[in-house]
């Protein structure tokens, strides 16, 4: 927000406060001045006129120049392709201090020059300000500047200073000049006096022929009037200042009325050539497609999103944007049709990106403008065209809609607010404050009413007025105290020791943690693995692709492998530990993406590859080390979610009958659609199942000292029988007595094919037999296998392979 001293100084009285000082307090009040601007710059400087110019005896560019002074005539060598006889200009005299450094008397090619005859750029002057014509040569003043006052640049309206304000997200308010200067009165305890023009909009002299409708929701309020006369001229002086000293060029005073107001009440305003209308019609549409040539005189691509204002259907603005170049003010222009309007800011946010048009307009209406802000401006206006236009013949204002606008009030107490702050401040401190921030306090014992005004949005409980009070008494007057807190031992809880556990196994198994973005956009929200019901989206996401909060971590870890894989990383393996969020809903996930090798030695031959298999392990591993393995893990097929994993090479992963994750390969067509290779495995885990199952002691046992037998044997099965099953039955039936003998069982070969029937399988397992309690016998051992043949036999009907 620029906002300068002249501006400020037209509502209240700072003379006897230099610039530093008020930048000072305004930013001590939360509201941080990011630097003050000189709106020109110069020392020692003077009105001359030029008596006499003529070309430099030794250059084919400059000229001599005798300039009267007032008290005395200096002569001048200027290069300026524009200096003549006859002209006021400005005068740098010997010793004045530039920004381009120190004028000093000298001699120029064999010709004496006594100072320097000034253009504004070398003054300092924002050349966008500026026209072609100053730019490129010296500023002649006009025939009645006083020659010898030295005071130049307040004789231009120049002499002046623009604060550059910071705002925060909840103070949009401030980027009218009005509200910010009831804040800076407020701060300094000053009285402001805005103008006075409530109701000018009300006058008229005949009845509206202008017809105003909407035909989206996106525009609920919008309000129109016709003037049938205007005269179009130059602004007067202080206009053009004001509109200079915020970045804004002076055109004429109709289109400056529009911009002026649009800074003083925040609300962006469009006036349109009366005559240039086909009809006294004006449409607030969407859902338009085409090609619209806006005021810049660039063409731009209508969206269906896009709100447009149209007259018989056809577009002649871009809603909160930019007006159309063919009903634009022309000096030439008798009569103007006044609009101002409220538009859904998520609309006016988007167009305005993807047409890359941030205006003035377009930024106030993405930070939020004040509910009455609209009738505020169409006041304001029409006294300003009434004073400056010499409008006339006025048609009644014509409303479609309503702001909604309901006055807010609010109670809060002393205590309470002194509770918050940890403060005694007085009832009379409190009041006062709230009287400066016009709050309209009225106090009852310990309770204060307040009113809050309309352009105050931000305060809606105790705590609002709560920190109002502090900044504006100022945050010195908190005391310092040591915090006070119990002692505690620093120990980790229960899911901060599984997160360092689940990072620490994974790390020492090889892979890398990631961190992705917890915001993604709407189509990779439709990739979610064991998604959450009623996904978050952003009210004002910055982006369509940061839009949505994820319900699921694999989606973004794929990018990231993505992201590698395309930079000729083979070897990916990542993890990432992260909540994800639905309404009233958080659920804390472990993700996995791998493809290549996990550990890889050419020299010892030594290839462990990212498969199906190898992310069981190290899941199994992982769960092991967590306490939780045994008959509480199973491992099923998947049928929950094969759009995202190959549906004969994933599994679903339970801990007892709870759902705790899914792994296996990526789906092909998921594969190229995030540009993945098709080996990729992944793996998406709810830690909260973990979380509230109990999970098992570690125990610890003396290693056998006794010798282990091993055996081989293969059976014959049905294809279509898991193997976890020939295991469970081989463990079940592998004791003796109480004990359980039955150390290690390996499978070492799986084979179809010749010898083996059609729909059948051999599996080839390693058995190692071990007691803890003594040296197993031949007898032992051959009474054992013959009980597991026989269970497999009649449980599983597998048979012992010849």
Known sequence: MLI???????????????????????????????????????????IGEVIDCVDHPNSDHLHVCQVNLGQRVEQIVCGAPNVAAGQKVIVAQVGAQLPGGE???????????????CSLLEL??????????????????????????????????????????????????CMAAWAMALEVGAILNRPVHLPDCEGAAKQYHRSASLRLTSETAKCPLFMGKVIHHVVVQ???????????????????????????????????????????????????????????????????????????????GKPIGIAGIMGGNDSKIEMNTTAIVLEAAIFDHVSIRNTARRLNLNTDASIRYQRGIEPMATYKAMDRAVALLCEYAQAADLEETVVYGDANYVPYSMKVTLDGINHLLGTDFTMTEVMDVCERLHLQPVQSDNEIELQIPSYRQDLRIEADIAEEVIRILGYDR??????????????????????????????YSGYQEAITYTLISQDLLGDAIMPLLEPIALAAPMSEERSMIRTSILPSLLGSVAYNQNRAMKDVAFFELSSVYAKGHMEERLAIAASGFLQKSRWQKIEIKDDFYSLKGILEALLARLG????????KENTLDTKAFHPYQSACLYLGKELAGIFGTIHPQMAKRYGVSDEVVMAELNLEVLLHN?????????????????????????????????????????????????????????????HVEQGYQSIALSITFRSTTHTLSEQEISTLREAILSALENELHAQLRA
């Open 4 to 46: 300068s001293r002249k501006w400020l100084s037209q509502y209240m009285d700072i003379s006897d406060l230099d610039m530093q000082t008020i930048a000072t307090k305004i930013t001590d009040a939360g509201l941080e001045v990011e630097g003050i601007h000189l709106r020109s710059q110069g020392t020692k400087l003077i």
């Open 628 to 635: 939780f393995e045994g008959k509480r893990i199973q491992i």
């Open 694 to 754: 109990k999970a098992a002691k570690v125990k610890f046992a003396a290693t056998s000292k006794y010798p282990s037998v091993n055996q081989d044997l293969a059976f014959v099965v049905d294809e279509q029988l898991p193997v976890g099953a020939i295991v469970s039955c081989i463990e079940k039936h592998g004791k003796l007595g109480k004990e359980q003998v039955i150390e290690q069982i390996e499978v070492f070969d799986v084979y179809r094919g010749a």
């Open 478 to 507: 908190l005391a310092s105290t040591l915090p006070t807190m119990p002692a505690t031992m620093g120990t980790l809880d229960q899911r901060q020791q599984m997160r360092r556990r689940v990072r620490d196994c994974l790390r």
């Open 103 to 117: 004028i000093k008397a000298g001699v120029i090619r064999g010709e004496a020059s006594n100072g320097m005859i």
């Open 124 to 173: 300092g002057v924002d050349p966008h300000s500026l026209s072609e014509e100053s730019k490129n040569g010296i500023e002649v003043l006009a025939q009645d500047a006083p020659v010898g006052h030295e005071d130049p640049l307040g004789y231009l309206g120049l002499d002046d200073e623009i604060l550059d304000v910071g705002l925060t997200p909840n103070r949009s308010d």
């Open 234 to 312: 130059e602004s007067p002086k202080w206009m053009q200042e004001r509109l200079a000293a915020a970045g804004v060029k002076s055109i004429n005073n109709v289109v400056d009325i529009s911009n002026i107001v649009m800074l003083e009440t925040g609300q962006p305003m469009h006036f349109y050539d009366k005559d240039a209308l086909p009809s006294m019609e004006i449409t607030v549409k969407d859902h338009l497609n085409g090609v619209y040539t806006a005021l810049d005189g660039v063409e731009y691509e209508i969206r269906e999103d896009d709100i447009m204002i149209t007259n018989q």
